[in-house]
């Protein structure tokens, strides 16, 4: 009898990596800085301390390769680490491809994503500072699940602003993150300055990211008792998310698999950047030799029509200067129901890592990527998020290529997170009444040039 084919690679609980890496160290040219909005200067730990506690802060600035992570973190990690990485082999029979498909599955977290992975250490750090509560933004619903959970492990109160779109279309989002004893307002709202301006502006504005980080940053400015965490774009939370990378490489090498190509979704850079950095330092150390690509939508394409460009990290303009990919701080995308993607920007280090063509970035449309994710649903039985179903298109463009060409390519992709409390989205896939949007490279020129022009001048 022929021996059954190996679908879950696993790791034991003793072989979880105990460190993060940093990219920062291994990098071949270093980034821009980010910059202080008011003097146009490298921003210091002192800025960044009304929202941040200084061990966040201190991994934020490091250049040291690795971090170890605290033993209060790794012990709750272990309620779903290490994550499965599986082999798709019906994904594989059904397109025909010579191509072997891997995907690491981050949805067995509590929150059902990869968030847990940076929400339980920035937790767990502002508890340490003495810090009470925590605010955040949140698009789909992922990290402020994420975070009201990792609050309830360290006796915070949590308190999240959810783009107004997504807090329509995912109401079981709202409701988990009550669950796990978070506070949830649909943004914008009036609670803020910066959410009644919007409203005064839009009554019936769908949202953004970026107005949700301005609420969540202007509360949290004006407590001492109250910090902010971000889910995604900083260097210290794509640094949390190296975890998936590096069980990734462990589980390969038990396969016996190096791959050719990896493919992530990308919004803000946190689920891609914790897959791939890992691989990077291995490619950079010349022990493999992987493409590297990052999937957005159609409609909020920062990689692959924004501008590399300094710019806020929200709307309002209460963050520091970032270098980064961007749409314009202003921007506000067709409310996809990838609502974990619809952010204006992309983070510093992915943006680097593009302009110096170490990855590289494809636009896709949101009926190709449900296409994906119904057949990966049918085939290998997980219904996954709408975020990395465009992953999943990327992978499937590609594996059909390789039934082609005859190629016998390992693509290793993210699945970040399953669709469980995403069906309103899939219901509307099946009826037919989702819509592809796309934007005229004039208009988001256009778009990003307004927003950039407005901002402070800088030497």
Known sequence: MAPLPQHKIQLDESEMPTRWYNVLHDLPTPPPPVLHPGTGEPVGPDDLAPLFPMDLILQEVSTDQYVDIPDEVLDVYRLWRPSPLFRAHRLEKALGTPARIYYKYEGVSPAGSHKPNTAVPQAFYNAKAGVKRLTTETGAGQWGTALAFACAQY?????????????????????????????????????????????????????????????????????????????????????????????????????????????????????????????????????????????????????????????????????????????????????????????????????????????????????????????????????????PTHALAATVEEALRCKETGEEKVILTALCGHGHLDLAAYEAYLAGNVVDHAWEDEDIQAAVADALSRLPALA
């Open 155 to 387: 006796g915070l109160a949590c308190e999240v602003w959810q783009v107004r779109a997504s807090y329509d279309q995912k109401p079981y989002r709202r409701v988990m993150i009550e669950t796990f004893g978070g506070t949830v307002h649909p943004s914008p709202s009036e609670l803020t300055e910066a959410g009644r301006r919007i409203l005064a502006e839009h009554p019936d504005s769908t949202g953004s990211l970026g107005i949700a980080i301005s609420e969540a940053v202007e509360v949290a400015a004006q407590d001492p008792t109250t910090n902010y965490a971000l889910g995604s774009v900083l260097n210290h939370v794509l640094m949390h998310q190296t975890i998936i990378g590096e069980e990734a490489l462990l589980q390969l090498a038990k396969a016996g698999e190096t791959p050719d190509l990896l493919v992530g979704c990308t919004g803000g850079g946190s689920n891609f950047g914790g897959l791939m950095f890992p691989f990077l330092r291995e490619k950079w150390a010349g022990r493999m030799s992987p493409t590297v690509r990052a999937v957005e939508p159609a409609a909020c394409p920062s990689l692959t029509q924004g501008t590399y460009a300094y710019d806020f990290g929200d709307t309002a303009g209460m963050t520091p200067l970032m270098k980064m990919h961007t749409l314009g701080h202003d921007f506000v995308p067709d409310p996809i129901h990838a609502g974990g993607l619809r952010y204006h920007g992309m983070s510093p280090l992915i943006s680097h890592l593009y302009e110096t063509d170490e990855i590289e970035a494809v636009a896709k449309a949101q009926t190709e990527c449900f296409a994906a994710g119904v057949l990966f649903a049918r085939t290998e039985g997980i219904v996954p998020a709408p975020e």
